[in-house]
């Protein structure tokens, strides 16, 4: 099992709250990366980050606002949430194998309802 | 990032050999192919992945041909529980970015 953690699991909470979704990873990975992904969608890219100090925008427009302050942590934060941001939110990490390929590890997820 | 393009769908059945095909005309000189899979509410999970010919593992086998502008994953015996999403991702170690693209839905019957 991957080291790879994200809480809460789930979270309903009201429009306008200020929310962060936590995730952490274990195995020293420098790359890191948030998805979103609705009931029965693709995945979609909305942040990554190369390593401390280093974030991205994905190719998915999104309201939230990351951090990579430390290696192993990489938070997601709505500043006020609105129903449109009700999703599951996937986070990653990869690391380079041998032979030159990037496997990527995910969390379980955390499913968000604003209401 | 080369753009890949899967059947939306399949159906098979328990005990057959299922063959996912993703095409990936703009693959790059350094890219890789790696194939994830997903059930549903969980994160999708490492497969495996090929540069060029044929790759095999534990869970299942990849066949690249030469022009490298598809490739198959073959899943041998599948049973209900490879229902799943499987997708094909192409990139190098260089590009940082992992794309998903929309999937091929396995559904395996009895």
């Known amino acids: 099992e991957a080291d790879i953690y994200q809480t809460p699991r789930y979270l309903v909470i009201g429009t306008g709250k200020k929310i962060t979704l936590e995730c952490s990873q274990t195995m020293g990975h420098d790359k890191m990366y948030w998805y979103q992904q609705d009931p029965g969608m693709e995945l979609h890219l909305i942040h990554y980050?190369?390593?401390?100090?280093?974030?991205e925008k994905g190719d998915l427009s999104s309201e939230s606002t990351v951090s990579r302050i430390r290696t192993e942590h990489f938070p997601l934060t709505l500043e006020s949430a609105r129903p449109s941001h009700t999703s599951q939110y996937l986070c990653?990490?990869?690391?380079?194998?041998?032979?030159?390929?990037?496997?990527?590890?995910f969390g379980q997820g955390t499913r968000l309802t604003v209401v | 990032l080369a753009k890949t393009t899967q059947p939306i769908s399949m159906d098979s059945y328990e005990g057959q050999e299922v063959n996912i095909t993703c095409s990936h005309n703009n693959i790059a000189t350094n890219d890789y192919i790696t194939w994830y899979q997903q059930f549903p509410s969980q994160g999708p999970r490492f497969i495996i992945q090929g540069y060029k010919t044929k790759v095999t593992n534990e869970v299942a086998s990849l066949f690249i041909p030469a022009d490298r502008k598809s490739s198959t994953l073959s899943l041998p015996r599948v049973s209900l529980s490879d229902t799943a999403v499987y997708y094909c991702l192409v990139g190098s170690s260089n590009t940082g970015k992992l794309i998903f693209g929309q999937g091929t839905t396995l559904q395996v019957k009895p």
């Open positions: 990653a990490s990869s690391e380079l194998g041998t032979g030159g390929y990037t496997e990527a590890f």
């Open positions: 980050s190369y390593g401390v100090n280093s974030t």
